[in-house]
């Protein structure tokens, strides 16, 4: 009998596919005693579930030829009407995918040819990275900070190239933590306007600000000035339950209806149950759920600071985040957060190596810390382990 070797029988892209960092990561985590800041996953302890399991047997009761039977790809309409009212848009511009994920595959899918040009931050976030990389694009990439990608750059960059878009994550960027001030965002969309540029904006954490408010997003700053080039994606895995996998991207009708025929092809429609659950979820008190959850994550994120300044020897830096969930960490250069990695492995504690989070390569001396997950004490217990294997590298190099 002939033997079957896969890797020939896959297609091209097939071969070009490589597995989740993060995803890989969180199974190592998952050994006991294993202090994890590794996977940008919510606090549990935040989860509506007593809430959600009454709501779910009501649906089910109540709904159940509805929430069981195959749904419209576009969503289930009252959510939908629900994102666009929260929005100020209409639902025909709104359409429900299977976590943005989903939307960041229909991307590559609808937009990217081999090799076409695209124009995301270095770092960026690595499950976008990974979602593009398998439609073959040429990764252009531009140095993004505390505030944003660096504007200079960015113009200088599409002098050079039209990128088929560029993808952001203006508000609490994924990994660095940035907050592109609104200036900024202004100045960023007239280059866009000016161009035609296909913006993409992930706003994944936009709910999630320590401060007073939220500064307005590139959408709404678009709308605005008329200009209809920005596709805008959230979620309600920050704010609600990243299980459920459901989030909605916003845009022109005619991005979303050819979003719409691409998601016929992948999954025809995110589940029903999930989508009416989220919905009965989200219709009353989502307000006061919000203010929670800032309020909590702003403490975690507090309990990671005083121990990351405690704990670090100086010749490290980190941010300081405004919002989110992460913490953006660079060692001296030279140093490899690989390296870093296995020794913090050895004293029970895990984090996200930076290099994923550059498309074109770099970053080999940073790393991301999520303080989402683990409360105070165990937050400030996996600092004071990853000072202790620091330190143990610091000594080494
Ligand atoms: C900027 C940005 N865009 C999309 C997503 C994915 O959100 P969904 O749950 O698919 O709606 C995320 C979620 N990222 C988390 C979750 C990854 C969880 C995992 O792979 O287990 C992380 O970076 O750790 C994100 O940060």
């Not at 029988?9 to 050994?31: C, D, M, P, V, W």
């Not at 907050?179 to 999630?208: H, Q, S, T």
């Amino acid at each position: 009998m002939k033997t079957l070797d896969w890797n020939t029988l896959f297609g091209e892209r097939a071969r070009r596919i490589q597995a989740s960092t993060i995803r890989e990561l969180l199974k190592l985590t998952q050994r006991p005693g294993v202090l994890s800041f590794a996977g940008g996953l919510p606090a549990p302890e935040l989860f509506p579930k007593e809430e959600a399991a009454a709501k779910a047997a009501e649906i089910l009761r109540q709904k159940g030829e509805v929430a069981l039977q195959y749904g419209p790809t576009e969503g289930y309409f009252p959510l939908r009407a629900w994102v666009a009212e929260w929005l100020g848009v209409s639902p025909e511009e709104v359409l429900i995918t299977t976590g943005s994920q989903q939307a960041l595959d229909l991307l590559g899918k609808v937009f990217l040819d081999e090799g076409s040009p695209v124009l995301l931050e270095a770092p960026s976030y690595m499950g976008a990275i990974q979602a593009f990389r398998a439609y073959g694009p040429r990764f252009l990439t531009v140095p993004a900070g505390e505030e944003g990608p660096d504007l200079k750059a960015l113009e200088e960059a599409l002098n050079q190239e039209y990128p088929r878009f560029l993808y952001l994550i203006p508000s609490f960027q994924n990994p660095s933590g940035g907050l592109m001030p609104l200036e900024a965002r202004r100045r960023l969309l007239e280059m866009a306007m000016e161009r035609g540029l296909v913006v993409v904006e992930d706003d994944a954490y936009r709910e999630l600000y320590f401060g007073e408010s939220r500064l307005p997003s590139l959408f709404e700053l678009a709308r605005e000035a008329g200009y209809p080039g920005v596709i805008y994606l959230s979620s309600f895995s920050k704010v609600l339950a990243p299980g459920l996998r459901v989030a909605f991207v916003v845009a022109r009708p005619e991005v979303i209806l050819k979003f719409t025929q691409a998601k016929q092809g992948v999954d025809l429609h995110t589940p029903v149950l999930n989508q009416i659950l989220v919905h009965e979820l989200v219709k009353e008190g989502f307000p006061e759920r919000l203010d929670r959850i800032r309020t909590t994550y702003k403490a975690k994120a507090q309990a990671m600071l005083e121990a990351l300044d405690r704990e670090m020897p100086k010749e490290v830096a980190y941010t300081r985040p405004k919002g989110g969930m992460f913490v953006w960490m660079t060692l001296p250069e030279g140093l490899s957060a690989e390296a870093l990695f296995r020794q913090a492995l050895e004293e029970n504690v895990a984090f996200v190596p930076g290099g994923p989070f550059f498309a074109n390569g770099g970053g080999e001396n940073t790393l991301r810390l999520s303080y989402a997950t683990m409360d105070r004490e165990r937050i400030q217990e996996g600092i004071r382990r990853l000072g202790k294997a620091v330190k143990g590298l610091l000594a080494t190099a």
